[in-house]
Antibody
Framework: QVQLQESGPGLVKPSQTLSLTCTVS??????????WSWIRQPAGKGLEWIGR???????NYNPSLKSRVTISVDTSKNQFSLKLSSVTAADTAVYYC?????????????WGQGTLVTVSS | QSVLTQPPSVSAAPGQKVTISCSGS????????VSWYQQLPGTAPKLLIY???KRPSGIPDRFSGSKSGTSATLGITGLQTGDEADYYC???????????FGGGTKLTVL
């Protein structure tokens, strides 16, 4: 059973960079033709896809966030990471990592529990 | 403003049936697979339906999905109080080259 766990600071100051890591257990991040994605959800609002990475390192980002987002993968640690720069209060949300994001394996079948990141001074 | 349009809320009595619609365009629903997610309060979303109408292992057949043109529908029969949750549709958008979700629908089982 694949499991994902987000980790990182719960509080980030405005204008700084949000950094989160997702650790995958119960299977290799390199096995199968899967993408690995970050998705966020502001309190009381819907889901927003942030971006995805393939184990080759190939990435795609939400156009609305593209200028501020970097997703990377470390296959040796079975982890992938998110960096979001120049954050504002609008970036306050629960951040989820998930397996999926392909157009063809078109679903997110495993999710982390989510981690709340608050942007505040 | 979400790319995919869902009704904000639906409600029905226990044991009844409810449907939740998800409307998009040719760049998303019209030419890509749709998946549905259930989000119980305070928890992460859970995959309910994938490839428009397939259920992952462990999802009861009370949940069904369909797609026609640029719209998709989630159906839930034999409603239970435990089905009260937010439901989201999602799909790939070929114009955006990214994933898009509906705004979510809150199901109340009266």
């Amino acid at each position: 059973q694949v499991q994902l766990q987000e980790s990182g600071p719960g509080l980030v100051k405005p204008s700084q960079t949000l950094s989160l890591t997702c650790t995958v257990s119960g299977g290799s991040i390199s096995s199968g033709s899967y993408y690995w994605s970050w998705i966020r959800q502001p309190a009381g609002k819907g889901l927003e896809w942030i971006g995805r990475i393939y184990t080759s390192g190939s990435t795609n980002y939400n156009p609305s966030l593209k200028s501020r987002v970097t997703i990377s993968v470390d296959t040796s640690k079975n982890q992938f990471s998110l960096k979001l720069s120049s954050v504002t209060a609008a970036d306050t949300a629960v951040y989820y990592c998930a397996r999926g994001g392909s157009r063809w394996l078109a679903y997110f079948d495993y999710w982390g529990q989510g981690t709340l990141v608050t942007v505040s001074s | 403003q979400s790319v995919l349009t869902q009704p904000p809320s639906v409600s029905a009595a226990p044991g009844q049936k409810v449907t939740i619609s998800c409307s998009g365009s040719s760049s998303n629903i019209g030419n890509n697979y749709v998946s549905w997610y259930q989000q119980l309060p305070g928890t992460a979303p859970k995959l309910l339906i994938y490839d428009n109408n397939k259920r992952p292992s462990g999802i009861p057949d009370r949940f069904s999905g369909s797609k026609s043109g640029t719209s998709a529908t989630l159906g839930i029969t034999g409603l239970q109080t435990g089905d009260e949750a937010d439901y989201y549709c999602g799909t790939w958008d070929s114009s955006l080259s990214g994933w898009v979700f509906g705004g979510g629908t809150k199901l109340t089982v009266l």
